[in-house]
């Protein structure tokens, strides 16, 4: 089978350049998905004048008419499950069914976001002054930059790029280095149904293209998803030149699980948010703090389940965990597991590279007992198949652990009490709080987003992204 060569869209045309890049299979790396180049300035300056040229149009165009395409793309992109979902498996080692899951999740996004386009989201108010009415508008604010990141290829640039277009903004996309062709098929879909040309375009390339995208004075906003790191700054550029900006970052996820948990549940819902999509979700549950009473049938029941776990090629029927994304990514997941060891964690399953019959990113899920709030495992990302576990005395010594750290994406409890579960859902400091459910997997229609490192402005998703991807007039009117 031929390689393709992906090109950037720029103006609603390929534009070819040097493929310099391949993107791998992490499953089977001799497998090569697709090459792809690495952008430059001038094309990053060539796609915002094509974004900026196409505003004006696009952003006054009847919401009928980006609604239609919002759905169009949105059907084309279910109709396609399967197709897309197994190219997105292949190409980043989520398993095809969390792959397909991921591609509807993307249709779904486009389609709800065809309903919003079409909502009045302004508001009329009494002046205090008689005779005069006021009223509020939410008008398209430009060009957005959207940064995105590899492990949800196609649905991040999605809920990016369907409500920033929803509402009459235009776009140029920097898709991840690791997942081009994924974002490729999605560009393609855009301009399939007829989009104008300059309303959507892309760039590939790493750090330069993004950066070059931050500092673009012809860029009025930036969405990024990513690490906390490069959010930083992504965050400092754009605040240099007051670009509006939201930021997208890690999450060190807390699920506490009290003694008078439902036993499989709290099993079923660490397994989930720690292990699948291979753990590389920045929602994943990475620290799981369990009170005394169940803790040690907790540990050794999710421990043999993690142990059960299938790990393998991620377009294999029966694969229930794919590799990690690439080679980088799976030796930094080892490399916590040697540091988790050497500051007392005990390994209870995995932590293994496995060599299968094929060449790929494999580990076994690992399961990491005794540890503490101070270990580095429980303060930073490891954004990989890793749990940890801690003791704690009390549902108060749990809640307390759950709050350390750095970020505040998701928290769970697994309880079957509504004195400790409506306590924890109002004094969890995190952006999204889920009650016997994995901390990761979330709905498209919903808002999405973290407190202290984890995000950075206004939330993703659902009617949130309004606030984001629209400014706000104020008219007063006398007559
Ligand atoms: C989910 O858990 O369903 O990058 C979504 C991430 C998040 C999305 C998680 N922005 O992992």
């Known amino acids: 089978m031929s390689v393709p060569s992906l ?55 009847s919401p009928e008419v980006r609604s239609d395409f919002l759905d169009r793309i949105g059907n084309i992109i279910l109709e396609r499950r399967e197709q897309l979902g197994r190219l997105l498996s292949r190409e980043e080692g989520k398993t095809l069914p969390e792959g397909i899951g991921e ?21 009329n108010l009494a002046s205090t002054r008689p005779g005069v009415d006021a009223s509020t508008t939410r008008e398209a ?74 500092k673009h004075p012809g860029v009025d906003g930036i969405s990024f998803t990513g690490s906390q790191a490069t959010g930083a700054k992504v965050g400092m550029g754009a605040m240099a030149r007051q670009a509006r900006v939201q930021l997208e970052m890690g999450g060190k996820n807390p699920l ?90 005990r390994l209870l399953t995995g932590g293994k590279q496995l060599k299968l019959d094929k060449p790929g990113w494999y580990v076994s899920p690992a399961v990491i007992a005794d540890t503490s709030q101070d270990m580095r495992v429980n303060r930073e990302e490891i954004f990989g198949p890793v749990a940890s576990t801690v003791r704690v005395k009390n549902y108060e010594e749990a809640l307390q652990i759950a709050n350390s750290g750095e970020f505040g994406l998701s928290a769970g409890i697994v309880t079957t009490s509504l004195k400790y579960a409506r306590h924890f859902q109002h004094n969890i400091r995190a952006g999204m709080v889920m009650v016997n459910l994995p901390t990761a997997g979330v709905d498209y229609h919903v ?14 998703q659902g009617f949130a992204a309004v606030e984001f991807y629209t400014q706000v007039k104020t008219a007063y009117v006398w007559g």
């Not at 930059?145 to 369907?162: D, E, M, R």
């Not at 808002?447 to 993703?460: I, K, L």
Request: charged share 20%; aromatic share 8%; proline share 6%.
């Open 256 to 345: 506490v699980v009290l003694d008078d948990a439902d036993l499989d549940r709290a099993v079923m819902c660490a397994l989930d948010g720690s292990f699948f999509a291979t753990g590389q979700r920045c929602t994943a549950s990475s620290r799981l703090i369990v009170t005394n009473g169940i803790h040690d049938k907790f540990v050794e029941a999710l421990a043999a389940k993690a142990a059960a776990l299938k790990v393998g090629d991620a377009l294999e029927t029966g694969s229930q965990v794919g590799p990690l994304v690439n080679q980088v990514q799976m030796e930094k997941t080892l490399s916590y597991l040697e540091i988790a060891g050497k500051e007392g964690g």
């Open 447 to 460: 808002p999405f987003g973290g407190t202290r490192r984890s995000s950075y402005g206004a939330r993703e």
């Open 141 to 214: 604010v430009g060009v957005f930059g959207l940064i995105t990141p590899w492990n949800f290829p196609i649905a991040i640039p999605a809920w990016k790029s369907a409500p920033a277009l929803a509402f009459g903004n235009t776009v140029v996309l920097k898709p991840a280095d690791p997942t081009p062709a994924t974002a490729a098929a999605l560009a393609d879909i855009i301009y399939e149904v007829g989009v104008p040309p300059g309303v959507f375009n892309m760039v590939f390339g790493g750090a330069a293209v993004g950066e070059a995208i931050v």
């Open 103 to 123: 591609v509807a999740r993307a249709g779904r996004i486009f389609k709800y976001f065809a309903g919003e386009a079409l909502r009045r989201h302004g508001q």
């Open 7 to 61: 090109s950037h869209y720029i103006n609603g045309e390929r534009v070819s350049a040097k493929a310099e890049h391949a993107s791998e299979n992490p499953s089977d790396t001799r497998d090569i998905v697709a090459r792809f180049p690495d952008g430059r300035a001038s094309e990053v300056d060539a796609a915002v004048a094509a974004a900026r040229k196409a505003f004006p149009a696009w952003a006054e165009s």
